[in-house]
């Protein structure tokens, strides 16, 4: 083996020995990658082009063993620690350059208990595993809506997704997890086991330690339900938003609806003249009786005159899918993001004006619903406290060439700003960028000070830095 160079906690440039790397492979049932691996560049891909890191060495962690290991290894030779889940997190912090990284990506499985209704599943778990498992008994948990996502990350920054009006978030049906902490002990927490560290990973990221194992509440759910597309033409942007604010008061928890404004994709469904042109689109979800389903969704297609409309019964696993070509990873993205506890006029204004200048093709605004069963926890009972918000909006630039970084990021801010007023406190932190480190505290709000105290007792070295940092 090759010496490897990596950086030091302190920024430094260091050097592993042939030794020293073999000492760690040694230790890692499934290996490590380095830069002279063939896997190396596939490897250390992330979801956001924009994330472009070199780190060190590619841990394969294939059980807890090999994470406890990993991170005696990288405390040992004070590297800096990263740890992967499926990769998607905007900022990219599951790889940092010069860095060790603990990945669990081949680690997928998920087991399906359907007497207790119960799922565990592995640290590298995708949603499309995991939705693919708990359907084959007709059970889900609420995932997020892109199948490519690790359930990890994803659970961890608290995760919603369509069955979140109904059952809440990822986290308020997380049974309890396993976990290596940074001194090497291997813990379980649950509402019974290490509770204070329970309540502090439900929200507070990988800020406590790396779980190698989670367990979920599962619920019936299809497996066919009705979703699908209406979609509006852009001049129609205020009075289609302004009777969806309307339509949300009567609408049943079964029932989600959010909004997305960007420029038509080529979809077989839209005429070719909508193409490319700024649409509104209204994607829709209905878990409850398929026969149900046409009554409640009829209104909706009054909003406006539709240019187009694909809905009907399908299967939950499908559905959730759906959205994955159009999320494919490699692509540049930079995202903003504020919480709503109503859509005030001022908002919509600024919605409707800034979808008026996406650009690029692939830039949207998305108005996510997560009103229901999420209201109803404490905002202290966890450390994802947002307990008002009713809607996650998220600015979602994305597009392909260095070249328009300036420009789309630069329309991401702006309307980042011109709809911060009409936010509600805190933030989603699993929507927020590398930059964002000083909107942290904010992003937490009252729980901030209990998560500090929680960091100060479980890594007060603050091991687990790459993440939206809780500072010890
Ligand atoms: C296309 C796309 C669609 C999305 N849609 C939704 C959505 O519908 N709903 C939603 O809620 N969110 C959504 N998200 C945001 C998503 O929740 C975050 O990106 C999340 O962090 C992804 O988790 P990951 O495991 O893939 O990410 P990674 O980048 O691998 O991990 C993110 C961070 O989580 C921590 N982490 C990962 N694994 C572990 C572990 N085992 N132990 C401890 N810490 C760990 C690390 O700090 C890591 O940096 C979406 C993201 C993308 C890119």
Known sequence: ???????????????????????????????????????????????????????????????????????????EHRMRLTVRGGGHHIAGNSVADGALVIDQSAQRSVRIDPQQRTARVAPGALLGDFDREAQAFGLA??????????????????????????????????????????????????????????????????????????????????????????????????????KYRQFLNSAPEELNVWVVLRKAPPLPFLPENIHGKEVVVLPIFYSGAVAE??????????????????????????????????????????????NFTDLADGALDSVIEYAGKLPSPQCEIFIGLIAGAANRVAPGAMAYGHRDAKFVLNVHGRWDEAKDDQKCIGWSRDFFKASAPYASAGAYVNFMTDEEGDRVAAAYGSNYDRLVQAKKRFDPDNVFHFNQNIKP
């Open 141 to 242: 948990t609420p995932l997020g809506i892109n199948s490519t996502t690790g359930v990890a990350g994803l659970c961890l920054g608290g995760g919603f997704g369509w069955l979140t009006r109904k059952y809440g978030m990822t986290i308020d049906n997380l049974i309890a997890v396993d976990m290596t902490m940074a001194d090497g002990r291997r813990v379980r927490a649950s509402e019974n086991e290490n509770a204070d560290l329970f309540w502090a990973i439900r929200g507070g990221g990988g800020n406590f330690g790396v779980v190698t194992q989670f367990e979920f509440r599962l619920f019936p759910v299809g497996p066919e339900i009705v979703a699908g597309l209406i979609v509006f033409p852009f001049n129609q942007a205020r009075q289609v938003l302004t």
């Open 293 to 338: 389903a046409e009554k409640l969704i009829a209104p909706l297609r009054s909003f406006g005159d539709a240019v187009g409309e694909h809905i009907g019964p399908q299967p939950y696993v499908e559905w959730q899918k759906a959205f994955d070509p159009l999320l494919t990873p490699g692509a540049r993205n930079y995202w903003k993001s504020h």
């Open 1 to 75: 083996m090759k010496d490897v160079s990596y950086t030091t906690l302190d920024g430094r440039n260091a050097i592993l020995n042939a030794s020293s790397l073999e000492a760690l492979a040694a230790g890692i049932r499934g290996g490590i990658v380095t830069a002279e691996s063939e896997t190396y560049d596939a490897a250390r891909k992330v979801w956001n082009g924009m994330a472009e890191r070199r780190p060190a060495i590619i841990a394969r962690c294939l059980n807890a063993e090999d994470v406890r290991h990993a991170v005696a290894f990288a405390r």
